[in-house]
Structures are given as C-alpha cells and as structure tokens.
C-alpha cells in the first residue's frame, strides 16, 4: 500500500483541503499529516483521525523585524528535522496545500528525490508554491489563470469536503431553531476569527435581525452575554453541510476555499476581504468574481459607517440576476480532478 504524506498549514485555509482529499482516499493507502508543532494543522489533523507529525516551521513576518533576519538560519533546521521525518516515514510522494508549514517538507522531499505535488488556492501564487513550484511534479491550482503561470501547472478547482453537499435546508434550520419567513444569513468569521468583521455584524444587529435570520461562526473571542431572536452564534461548526444548508446567503472574508465553496454550492456572498497584514491574495480573489458578477465585495474600510454593511446585505438578498448567474457557474469540487492527477503522476494506488 502506497504511503501519502500531506503537508500543509499554519491556518485552516490550507488544513481543510488537504483533509479534504485525504478522506476520499481513506482505505486506498496509507495517509499520514505532517506540519508545524502546535498549529492549526496538528489539531484538525488529529481531530479527523490522522496521525500528526511536526516539526517547528518559522514564519516570514510581513514586516519590518529583526525576526526575519533568522529566518534562513531556523528554516534551515527545520529542514533538518524533516529530511530525518521522511528518512523514517519514507513516503512514496508527498502533497503540499501550501503555508509556511509546507516548505521544510517540501525541501526535504527534493533532497530525497521523493516526488511531490502542491496545490495553490489563490490567484496569486503564494510564497510556499513559488519557491516550490519547479521542485514538484505539478503545481495545481483552484484558478485557470493560476495555472497558466507555471510550466507544470494545471488547473483541477478547489478541494471540498463531499459532506457539504448533503445537507438538507429543512432539517438544517430546525437545527439552528430558524423559521421560514425569513432569510438566513450566515457569517464566517474565520477559524481564527476576524475580529473586525464580528464586531461590524453585532454593532448593526438591530438592523439585521429586522428583516434577516443569522447564523454566526465567530471563531475566536467571546460569545454575546444576550443573545437576540433570530440570531445562532457559535465559536466552531463541525457540521459545515448543515451550515450552509440553512444559509441563504453567506457574508464572509474572501479566502478562496470559502469563495470556492459558496459558488460550488450557489450561494450568494457578500465579500469582505482581508487587506491588513496580507499580502492581498483575498482582494484580488473577491475582486475577480466581483468582476464576473457572482459575488458582492465591501471594502473592510467601509465597515466603519453604520449603515454599509446593512446596505450592501440587503443589496445582495435583492439580487436576482447573481442569483441567476450562480446557477449557470461551472464551478464544482475539485477533489476528484486532484484524485485523478495523483493517480497519473504516481500510479493506480
């Protein structure tokens, strides 16, 4: 039985695909995680059942410190700690989603001549996917225009959970206690919570709750002392088919599995990008289905008026024609297409 070493982390964004593909592959080898000691990835991975490895996994900040200036010398160990990883795993490829974690496993699968694939979510390429991208087999990426940037590109779309197709809209709401006269909405806040979205969302409750129904995924931070009528908060989903089911339309950040998954599913979004301390990927991402008419954005620098974010929901929800469009979009899970690519690089597993 073949062994697949996945690698990939430092946020959810890339831990949840990779989980993704790992589960249709359950029972066809043997699957293992590695990624930084004490991110994001050792929980989910472990929580999904998978055993984790880890090694420490250092960070380029995206500013002006003299952190960076140690950057070549800890990821240099950290390669170390891998390349013995691998010397003991001995893997027959390994697959990247990208991050920061990604890269000591990457360098060490080069060294190793252990073949290996990456898949970039974004538009733009980032940093992790880049610096590898000619050290693996493919680079697959969730956008065509992606692809066409690298020699050994090609475009499979963004991995999904199947789960999130099953759900069902009625026993959904019966879960969160939603009636049917009026809409849902339902906000992500980011598996590690996007402060300044929360706090715009319960600043116009009021206004919301008037006309709307909300399911809120905070993440982290506190949950309301008093919670309204209409309004469901909770800091984790798990069961993300049933979310979305209830949802009428989604308010999110613009991460591309989040946007991937919203048009996969033919639900409207309002998108609010991350701009401050990114390197953008969200703006161009939000911009780019903005632009083709299947998604609404808001500036995160509007948020500040109290009358934007009620303004631009209730333009969504008035939306037809997006309406219409998201059901003609050809977006679908790309989990299968990328099942099919490591079947051709590697053989029949």
């Known amino acids: 039985m073949k062994h697949i070493l996945f690698c990939g982390g430092g946020s959810a964004g890339h831990t949840v695909p990779n989980l993704a593909v790992m589960q249709d592959l359950e029972g066809k080898c043997r699957l293992t995680y590695a990624g ?23 960070k380029l900040v995206r500013s002006l410190t003299p952190k960076n200036l140690t950057l070549p010398f800890r990821m240099a160990q950290s390669e170390r700690r891998a390349l013995a990883l691998l010397n003991e795993l001995k893997p027959d490829l390994v697959f990247s989603k990208g991050g920061y974690a990604s890269l000591p496993y990457l360098f060490a699968a080069r060294r190793l001549h252990i073949p290996a694939l990456t898949h970039e979510s974004d538009l733009s390429a980032g940093l992790a996917t880049r610096l590898m991208a000619r050290r693996c087999k493919l680079v697959l990426t969730s956008f065509e225009e992606t692809a066409r940037r690298f020699a050994n590109g090609r475009c499979v779309g963004s991995p999904m959970r199947k789960e999130l197709f099953a759900g069902s809209p009625s ?55 008093n919670t309204p009528r209409g309004y469901t908060a909770r800091s984790y989903e798990p069961d993300m088919a049933s979310a979305y089911a209830a949802a009428d ?28 301390a990114s390197r953008g990927d969200q703006l161009e991402n939000a911009r780019y289905f903005e632009e083709r008419g299947l998604c609404h954005v808001l500036r995160e620098r509007e948020l500040a008026r109290p009358d934007a974010l009620p303004s631009a929901l209730f333009a969504l929800r008035n939306d037809k024609a997006l309406r219409a469009r998201l059901e003609h979009t050809p977006v679908r899970n790309g989990t299968p297409a990328i099942l099919r690519a490591i079947e051709e690089a590697f053989g029949t597993l």
């Open 249 to 276: 339309f989604v308010l999110s950040r613009a991460g591309s599995n989040t946007v991937f998954e919203a048009l996969a599913l033919k639900k409207p979004a309002l998108l609010v990008p991350l701009e401050r």
């Open 36 to 58: 930084s000691s004490g991110g994001i990835e050792e929980r989910l991975a472990k929580e999904a059942g998978y055993h984790f490895y880890g090694v420490p996994c250092p």
């Open 171 to 225: 026993r959904a709401r019966a879960k969160y206690g939603f009636s049917r006269k009026k809409p849902v909405l339902l906000v992500l806040g980011g598996g590690s919570g996007s402060r300044t979205l929360n706090e715009a969302v319960r600043a116009c409750l009021p206004a919301l709750l008037d006309k709307l129904q909300i399911l809120h995924l905070y993440g982290k931070g506190s949950p309301l002392s």
